[in-house]
């Protein structure tokens, strides 16, 4: 990537990460919202980190390699737990938030079993393989979870419009994700697809921040309006 | 191969959740009744239909800007670009498909209108402001 698009798009990432925070903060949203914060702010934190060791040891270097993998591995388990506090609130009026948490907790020590076991058999046993390993199968895990929670924000008939915003941002930007993905496979010579999955990076802040902005706590919508063909 | 059927899964799940965020956003604005300046000035009588869209959103471009609801206009005239298109490309396979972009963009007209609502509600005010001083 040319440094000045990467360096573009980095920048984006920061105002947008930075616009999320003081926007739930000035919202008094902050709590509320706390795991989503909690991914922005160390998305934040992951993204400086990165630029600082990029420019004091380069992009071969083993310690930006570590770094990268790293702080990757830790947005990703962020970013499961964001979608799984959206999940018990979702469920909490079912009084099932309990029961989704420990699910959550299990699900997240059996994929890293999983990832474990899959580095385990090969011959570099490396904890960045692990963490690139982990990171993957977390974030597949994270996907299926948000679909499985957009059938139930529809099932239950949801009408709390920032959490169905939320929610269905997190889906545009997995299905956004995943076709970048394979995009990159498909056409990586084409320059262009390397920027989709950093621009991507930036929707979901951008995207929260704007529910957050247009939506008040007690804003509600009818249900009946989110099926896109109704019966 | 696999790639290639990922592709065309994110794409399809992608397209399914914009509609449902569109939806969501039209949805919320459907509680709002039109003001009768807004029916005066639009023309639109009781409820809006898909046509007045681009009439309302001419008159939206006249009024002072709002910034809580711009992004929520582009996302939704993207939305009625896109039934648009859908309208002209499948309509003649389904007619259904008609039908259904037309109640769409009702609700894309109606968005928009409420906007123009409170856009002419700001513009009053800033005008009372400016009298006063």
């Not at chain 1, 997995?174 to 970048?180: E, L, M, P, V």
Request: charged fraction near 15%; proline fraction near 2%; aromatic fraction near 12%.
């Amino acid at each position: 990537m040319p440094d000045g698009v990467a360096l573009a798009i980095w920048i984006l990432g920061i105002v947008a990460d930075v616009c999320l925070i003081v926007t739930s903060l000035v919202r008094g949203s902050f709590l509320k919202y706390f795991f989503l914060n909690l991914y922005v702010i160390l998305s934040l934190s992951a993204d400086l980190m990165r630029q600082y060791v990029l420019r004091a040891w380069g992009l071969d270097s083993r310690q930006y390699h570590y770094v990268y993998y790293y702080t990757d591995c830790l947005l990703t388990i962020a970013l499961f737990v964001a979608v799984i506090s959206l999940a018990s609130r979702v469920f909490a009026e079912l009084k099932l938030d309990r029961v989704v948490r420990v699910v959550a907790v299990l699900l997240l020590l059996g994929t890293a079993g999983f990832s474990y076991a899959v580095v385990a058999q090969s011959t570099q046993r490396l904890s960045t393989s692990f963490t690139s390993e982990l990171s993957q199968n977390l974030y597949f895990v994270g996907l299926v979870l948000t679909y499985l929670l957009w059938g139930a924000v529809l099932k239950l008939h949801e009408t709390r419009t920032r959490l169905v915003q939320m929610v269905l941002s997190l889906g545009l930007y997995f299905s956004a994700y995943a076709g970048s993905y394979a995009l990159v496979n498909l056409a990586s010579k084409y320059e262009v697809v390397l920027y989709l999955g950093p621009l991507l990076g930036c929707f979901l802040p951008i995207s929260w921040s704007l529910t957050m902005l247009r939506h008040s706590e007690d804003s509600r919508l009818t249900p009946a309006r989110l099926v896109a063909v109704q019966r | 191969m696999m790639a290639a059927f990922i592709l065309a899964f994110s794409l399809l799940t992608l397209l399914m959740f914009f509609v449902s965020y569109c939806r969501s956003l039209t949805a919320a604005s459907m509680h709002e009744s039109l003001t009768e300046e807004v029916l005066d000035v639009t023309g639109i009588r009781e409820k809006a239909y898909g046509r007045d869209y681009a009439r309302v959103v001419q008159l939206l471009r006249l009024c002072p800007d709002r910034n809580d609801d711009r992004s929520g206009l582009q996302v939704v005239g993207a939305y009625y670009s896109f039934l648009n298109f859908l309208d002209q490309t499948m309509s003649k396979l389904s007619p259904a498909v008609h039908t259904w972009a037309e109640e769409e963009r009702a609700s894309c007209a109606h968005f928009a209108a409420v906007a123009l609502g409170r856009r002419i509600a700001l513009n009053r005010e800033m005008m009372a402001q400016q009298a006063e001083l």
